[in-house]
Every structure is written in C-alpha cells, then in structure tokens.
C-alpha cells in the first residue's frame, strides 16, 4: 500500500505511473471509508483526487504555494501532506479541519472556508515571494462554483497584468453545491466544446514533426495560428485579461495534468489552466447525485445507508422553505421573489422555485450581488427576500447598509445558520449575523426558537416591518412550537432573570425565571420594563459578545436607571473564533448548555 503515514510531496516525485495510479484508487477507497465514519464534503473530494496527486508531483509543497477555492476540495492534499495518521478526526473537536488553515500546517498556504479568495490571496502571495526573490510557484485552485464570485474577477483582472508567477486551475465539474446556472457557466460549457480543436492540434503537430516538410509547413502555419484561434475560440476570456490559457484538460488522466503542469512551471507569467473533472468520481451514489454527496452524512461505506436512522422532523431550513411557498401561492404574495447564493437546496429554496420558477434567482456564489439584486426588486416594487446562510451574509455587508438600509428599501434576510453550526469549524460559524445587522440603523431583527415562530416572524418580515429586515434560524432539526408573541416571560419566581432569544431557550436553567426574546432589534420596550424588576440579570447569546444583543439590552437598562445595590449583570456569550466539534460540544464549552 503506498498511502501510509510516510507519503509526502517529496515521496511522490519518486513513484512510477503506475504506482501514481495506484495511489489515486487507494486516496478515493480511504476517503470513502473515512468520510462515512466522520462526514464531510465527499463528493468535491473524489473528483480532485488526481489533479491534487498530479500537483504534487510536479510541485514542491511547501515551496510552491498551492490555496485551494472553496477549501473543502483539500482532503487530498491533507492526506499527502503529513495528515494521514490523523485525518480521522477530521472535522472533530481537537481534530483536522475541514478546510485549508494555515496554523494546521506549513503546506495550507492560505485559509479556504469561503469563496472568491484564492486568486487574490495567491497574487499577494506571489508578489510578497517575488519581492524577496523567491521563484517558486502560487498555485489557486478554484471550483466552476467559485467562478461565479465576482471576486475571482477582481483578481484575475489585477493578476493579468502582473508579472506573478501565479498559476490558475479552473477545477470545471460542470456544477457548484446548486447547478451552476448564468453567462459564465455558459462560457465555461462553451469552452468545453472547444476540446476538439485541441484534439486537433495534437493529431496536426504529431504528423509534421515526422514528415520532412513539417518545419516549413509549422511556419506557414504559425502564420495564421493566432487568426484561427481566436476564429474557433471567439476571443478566449482569459487571455483577453492577460492569461496563457491551457484548457480542457482530462482531470483525470495523470499524464495530461502532469505534462501540462511541467510545462506551466516553466513559465513565469499568469496561466490558466482549464481542468474538466467528475464530481464524485469513482464513486457510484456520489457521481449519480453529485449535490447530495457534496456534504456527505456519515453512513455505511458498504450499503450508503446513513449510520443514525433519518429523523423525519422538519429542518428550520424545510420550515422556511414550505413557509415561503405557502405565503406566496397566496394572493397578497403575489410579489415575494426567492433569491439563493448557490444553496437552493440547502437553504429550503427548491419547494419555492418548483411551483414559481420565474420568481426565483440563484445567483451563484455571489452574495453581494444578491444583496443589491435584492435592493434592486425592492425598489421596483417586488418583495425580495434572500435566504443565505450567516456566515456568508457577512460577504453582504456593505451592500445591505449602502444599497438598502440608506433608502430604507424592503429587503428581507432569511438567515439559515445562524449559531453555532458544529462540524464545519471557525469559517462557517453562525455568530457575526446578530452584531453586523444590529449596527445598520433601522432595520428589524427577528429570532425565533421554534417552527411556529419561525412561520409568523416570517409573516410580519413581509407585511408588519417596512425596511431591511432579517429572520434568523439556526442549521438542524426545528423545535415544534407556536408563537407567543415578541417576548415571553416563563416565570418561576426566581431572584434571577436569564434573558436570551433563539434556540437557547430550551439551554437556560429551569430554576431561573426566563424571558425569551422573538424580536431582538429593536427591543421590545415591555421586555426591558420587565428586566428591571430583577437584580441578578443573566443575558445567553450563542453569538460574539461585543457588539451583540446582551450589550444592548444592558445599555437599554442602564438608560433607564438600572442601577441597584447589590445589582449583576452577566453575559455568556462568544470571544474568538469557534473551532469544529458537534454543536453541542460547543454550546457546552460556551457555558450555553
């Protein structure tokens, strides 16, 4: 067996051909097993398993920089890089992550949770290397789904006219999490097509370099190279932008990625290589349903039966989903619109889109342009709203205080993740949503705990609340309830008050009288009248302490005379960054539970 604890870059660099094919079917065997003991991003997985063998090959980690975009395509390179013996833990508490982290390893060049980064992050590198007279390469390794980030754009724009020694890979599996849908998945299938001009080419060189005449007849026909080219791409986008374009390559043919990526090591300009891969490849459930294997359950490697049996209780995420449907078949609904950032599925979009296709936009992975598309129907007249998971509303940020907020135009959030949301570790954290919103004047935060709550927060974000309006919900199996209003107090005479709001309502100690928050921006006005009867006040948030809900409610107090003998006051909330583990590992190392 070659993939042990003792594999590296280095160690590679001395296999055969059929040895490195022999590594690849023993990288996608072990990660199959693995991931169905710990879960994890499966499918984005078995798809890089050559292209990552084939870089490393070449390359020299960690020299050459390689960032990949989105990280989670980066099982592979963990296991060649010194993480076999631990990749159990993946995505456990005290584990591995399962993202790129630079403080994991000397070889994860650049962190890798969101989209967009890496050729940014990659030209910095290079130029940063490039100033102290470093001639290794940066490579960015980015899906189909990150190309529709406008901030691969911005990068590739600066990068080609640099002078960096960057290399570009277009990882093309034809979909992101959603299928990919806009002009660029357009251009990228158009380029696809192209692959019999290269085909072409190979065939053409290969017969003059063996007959007499073929140096003569490569100039002449060197004359016209640049004329038919252009003529069968139609003018090649990336070259346009200052790129040596390299595509479609075989993303599964050692050879071809190992000869194209010699060649673009030679070469110390930008250069894109464009690689044609199949997600989930080599395994059969992940290739025929790519989207749902993409974060893969635990489940058992021999039947892909999930190891725990399906709860059948809704998500918060189905609850929204069927909720928004329901709003809109009605006749005052007529004018909500349903806008995704390539989650339609995740976020409990697909029942919308289903039943008013024409009323439903998946943006891609650009959640900024979502935000001022969104501000855009609003001002028109329509009644947007835009389900986006928290961690990737932080991308929004400026979009929603400049392009809604200032003109007060009625843009509804529906945040999916909000909290703590386990396994996916620091970058996917639920918990900036609440201290970003609340500083953007005017606009109205609900949380509910419970589906019934969530029903009706949604209701009045559509038709009691004008301006930019968000409802946050976090990731899992929705608690079954039903509204009682903004605030609810549940009282057992106790000395002590513990104020909170969302899910942590269940979490709060059951001698304490609790009073749980619906709303929480603007507060209630008769939730703070009954906080200040208390002297011992105790403020749960599964969000970041500063800037959050508890400094509010405490400033609310403070204003109002909140200021007792023997008075206290205590928030239990986040400081820092939450690593993986199972969400109820966290809320218990947060004091929360």
Request: contains cysteine; charged residues 25%.
């Amino acid at each position: 067996m070659i993939l042990n604890k003792n594999i590296s870059p280095d160690t590679l660099k001395g296999l055969s051909e059929k040895e490195l094919r022999q590594l690849c079917g023993e990288v996608r065997r072990f990660l199959i097993k693995t991931v169905s003991k710990t879960g994890g991003h499966l499918a984005s997985n078995l798809g890089t398993v050559e292209l990552t063998v084939a870089l490393h090959t070449v390359f020299s980690c960690p020299r050459d920089k390689i960032i990949f975009d989105v990280g989670h395509q980066c099982y592979t390179h963990k296991l060649l890089t010194g993480r076999f013996e631990q990749f159990h833990t993946l995505r456990t508490g005290g584990g591995i992550g399962g993202f790129p982290r630079a403080s994991e390893s000397e070889h994860d060049a650049f962190i890798g949770g969101h989209s967009g980064i890496s050729v940014s992050a990659a030209l910095g590198i290079a130029e940063a290397m490039q100033k102290a007279g470093d001639a290794h390469k940066v490579i960015a390794i980015a899906g189909d789904g990150a190309f529709t980030d406008g901030g691969i754009y911005e990068g590739i724009n600066n990068a080609g006219k640099s002078e960096s020694n960057l290399l570009v890979i277009l990882n093309d599996n034809g979909m992101s999490i959603s299928k990919n849908t806009g002009a660029i998945a357009s251009y990228l299938s158009h380029l696809r097509s192209t692959r019999k001009y290269h085909k072409a080419k190979t065939n053409v060189k290969a017969f003059l370099e063996k007959n007499k005449m073929g140096e003569a007849v490569s100039d002449a026909v060197s004359v016209t190279k640049k004329f038919v080219k252009n003529a069968i791409y139609q003018s090649n986008f990336f070259e346009n932008l200052g790129f040596k374009y390299y595509g479609i390559v075989d993303g599964h043919n050692l050879n071809e990625l190992i000869e194209i990526f010699e060649l673009t090591k030679l070469i110390n300009s930008p250069c894109l290589i464009h690689v044609k891969t199949k997600k989930g490849k080599g395994y059969k459930p992940a290739e025929r349903n790519s989207g749902e294997y993409h974060a893969a359950a635990p489940a058992d490697y021999f039947t892909d039966k999930p190891v725990k049996p399906t709860k059948s209780a809704e998500s918060f995420s189905d609850v929204f989903g069927k909720e928004i449907l329901r709003l809109a078949e009605q006749k005052e609904g007529e004018k909500i619109c349903l806008i995704s950032a390539a989650m339609k599925y995740a976020t409990g979009c697909n029942y919308f889109n289903a039943v008013f296709p024409e009323r439903f936009y998946d943006c891609g992975i650009a959640e900024g342009h979502a935000v001022t598309f969104a501000a855009g129907l609003a001002s028109g007249g329509a009644l947007p709203v835009f389900a986006v998971y928290s961690t990737f509303s932080q991308r929004g940020f400026d979009r929603l205080l400049h392009d809604c907020a200032i003109e007060g135009l009625h843009v509804v959030l529906a945040i999916d993740r909000a909290g703590m949301v386990g396994e996916d570790g620091e970058t996917h954290q639920g918990l900036f949503d609440v201290a970003m919103l609340s500083v953007i004047p005017n606009a109205t935060i609900f949380s509910p705990a419970n589906s019934g709550e969530l029903k009706e927060c949604l209701r009045k974000a559509l038709y009691d609340v004008d301006g930019l309006v968000a409802v946050r919900y976090p990731r899992g199996e929705a608690i079954l309830g039903e509204y009682h209003g903004e605030y609810r107090l549940l009282s057992v005479k106790s000395d002590r008050l513990i104020v909170t709001y969302g899910r942590l309502v269940k979490y709060a100690p059951s001698d304490c009288d609790i009073l749980q928050l619906v709303k929480i921006k603007p507060l209630p006005e008769e939730a703070i009248q009954i906080a200040l009867q208390y002297n011992d006040i105790v403020f749960y948030e599964e969000g970041v302490e500063r800037g959050g809900i508890g400094e509010a409610f405490l400033l609310e107090l403070t204003r109002r005379g909140w200021h007792r003998k023997n008075s206290r006051y205590d928030i239990k909330a986040v400081n820092g960054f939450i690593p993986s583990g199972s969400v109820e590992s966290q809320l218990k190392s947060l004091i929360l539970s």
